[in-house]
């Protein structure tokens, strides 16, 4: 179970621990039979594992910004996995996908087809700088494999650097490079030459530059790539789900870095890319073009599993090699999905949308500050919004108890978010959210944060 303590390990601690008493007790009082009946028949035909089976409730539907539960209980979904940029069931990227199932449903390795050609030109036209070439995979684990894979290939080194804390997803060669214990647990040996060094997190960070960060952080990073001599790549998320946002002059320092040292940059940006923050990819608000980009989730407009990988024009080495080779790397339904997905959010203005109504989130949220002790920060960019719960504010102690107790509060009262390192509301709600649906959830974040505050 989570508690207070600082230790407290990352996903597991996010809310949706199975053995968890207070989700327990949260089912007791919110499942009806039919619930229950369809919750034990999840349990018995999955194999169980965490975060996942067995689950905390049984989905009906989802519409736009909700979701909806089998008794018709909807709830705003700030969690979404990220996958609804453009709001569950777009109708724009449905008929896309209906359009594209009648034509060509499956397009056969050996043969190409025009929606994957074209999504493929799409992306390259929207990324920042020479970013020109493309591989599609059915999901954000496999290309990040395609990324140290390609790493390796173009360097002819096999070391990284990734962060602690980090996620990269859940194979074998993600955990390797991804920056939490949990993930790895029982897995024996993993990939070598995975370096890890600390993430931009000035609250918890080991060097200690305080709110002031002096970037100790990235100049580490250029100390092991000096010390090792020989790393492929560093990869880091552009901006993790924390969200601790890094100073403007984080990626530009590691960039640098990098280029000096021979290694690739490569940025993950696979739930916040395509407007999340904003802006279309993350790494344009530091005004640097990472060697590859890795964007997954919400490409598929949150109906169809789909990722991608960009990469330099240089980086086109492979030829006579296997990089990918996924089944459905070139499927023209998800393309499709995909060409209507960016469409919609061009076409209805979501970057605005994220960044206007971001920011009058931040605003309402840090005016909660001065009456509830409880919030140790609030940050965000766009559509990427965190609240740092802390026992004390001078220590930031983590508070991932009462994080837990207001999150099944929240999920009682309609509104659902995750749980980020045990003690961090992360709020990613759909970009298509209406200015009213974000004072909904704030008022209920609101009480649900009054209702945990310790009394004094
Ligand atoms: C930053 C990051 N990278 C990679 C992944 C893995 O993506 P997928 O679950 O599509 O394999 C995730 C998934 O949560 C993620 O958040």
Redesign the pocket.
């Known amino acids: 179970m989570s508690g207070d303590s600082p230790n407290s390990t990352n996903s597991l601690s996010e809310g949706d621990v199975n053995t968890s008493p207070r989700r327990s007790a949260w089912q007791a009082e919110h499942l009806d039979a039919e619930a229950r009946h369809w919750l034990a028949k999840d349990a018995k035909y999955f194999l169980h594992q965490s975060l996942s089976t067995p689950c905390l409730n049984v989905l009906k539907a989802c519409s736009g910004n909700t979701i909806e539960d089998l008794q018709g209980r909807r709830m705003l979904d700030f969690h979404g ?2 996958v609804h940029q453009v709001g569950f069931g777009n109708p724009e990227v449905i008929a896309a996908i209906v359009e594209q199932l009648k034509e060509l449903s499956f397009s056969p390795r050996r043969y190409t087809n025009i929606p994957a050609i074209r999504l493929a030109q799409r992306l390259t036209e929207l990324a920042p700088g020479n970013l020109n070439r493309v591989l599609f995979a059915p ?4 290309a ?1 494999g395609m990324a140290l894979k390609l790493a390796r290939a173009a360097t002819g080194r096999f070391k990284t650097i990734s962060m602690w804390d ?5 194979s074998l060669d ?1 955990i390797s490079i991804g920056g939490e214990a949990t993930f790895r647990k029982n897995m024996g040996p993993l990939l070598t030459g995975c370096e890890h060094v600390p993430p931009p997190d000035n609250a918890h960070c080991p060097f200690r530059c305080g709110a002031a960060c002096n970037l100790q952080c990235a100049d580490y990073i250029e100390y092991v790539l000096e010390k090792e001599g020989d790393i492929a790549a560093v990869i880091g ?1 552009t901006i993790r ?1 924390t969200p601790y946002i890094p100073p403007p002059d984080y990626w530009k320092r590691i960039r640098a870095a990098c280029d000096r040292h021979g290694a690739l940059l490569i940025l ?1 940006e ?2 916040i890319a395509l407007g999340r923050t904003g802006k279309m990819f993350a790494c344009e608000h530091f005004g640097i073009v990472p060697d590859m980009l ?1 964007l ?2 919400g490409l598929g407009g949150g109906i169809m ?1 789909l ?1 991608a990988l960009l990469a330099r024009e240089n980086l086109n080495v492979m030829a006579e090699d296997a990089l990918g080779h996924y089944t459905h790397e070139k499927n023209p339904v998800a393309a499709a999905a995909a060409l209507a997905t960016i469409d919609y959010i061009e076409k209805h203005a979501l970057l605005e949308n994220a960044r206007s109504l971001g920011s009058y989130a931040l605003e309402r949220l840090r005016h909660l500050m001065p009456s509830i002790p409880l919030i140790g920060d609030v940050r965000g960019i766009g559509l990427l919004l965190g609240i740092e719960l802390v026992s004390d504010r001078s220590t930031m102690a983590r508070a991932c108890d009462s994080a837990d107790d207001a999150l099944y509060r929240a999920l009682s009262a309609g509104l659902s978010f995750k749980l980020t390192m045990g003690n961090i509301i992360t709020l990613t709600p759909p970009l298509t959210l209406a200015r009213h649906e974000m004072d909904q959830a704030l008022d209920i974040l609101e009480s649900s944060l009054r209702a945990v505050t310790p009394q004094a």
Do not use: R
Not at 139 to 142: P, S, W
Not at 166 to 170: D, P, V
């Open positions: 996995n990220n999901g954000g684990t496999l990040i980090s996620f990269h997803g859940a993600a998320e789900s993950d696979i739930p890795v997954g989730k599993p990722a």
